[in-house]
């Protein structure tokens, strides 16, 4: 299968490829340099650099308000965990007073069905001529 004009066509696109390169290649050698305003990374100088004497300081000022800040998140949750004990005492008071309210009830309950239980017993008993 012979395709005619694929060869110039391949070879017109490569020499196309080369021109486009030399002309931006041409167009970065001849054109002024872009200037962007404003800086994105504005670069200036110190007056002055920090002594070591000056960077221990600062850690001991630093290390200071870490350790107070820490004995204050301590004592915080210390609190919270003498509130919570708190809690788990007034709640354990409640239900042991729920119960102590609920248990003459079921005492009472338990009777009565003792005493129904019996009842019926009895009325089967009469029902059935006294055999069971």
Known sequence: MDMPDVGV???SGAVGSIVTALVAWW??????????EPSPLPVKEED??????????????????LSELRSDVKTGNINILHKLEAMDRKSEER????????????????KNIGQVELMK????????????
């Open 48 to 65: 002055k650099f920090i002594t070591r004497g000056e960077c221990k300081r600062l850690m001991c000022v630093h290390d200071a308000a």
């Open 95 to 110: 239900a042991i007073a729920a119960h102590n309210r609920i248990e003459p009830l079921v005492k009472e309950i338990a």
């Open 121 to 132: 017993e009895g009325f089967l008993r009469a029902a059935m001529g006294g055999k069971k």
């Open 27 to 36: 167009r970065t050698r001849t054109t002024q340099p872009r200037k962007i």
């Open 9 to 11: 066509a391949v070879s």
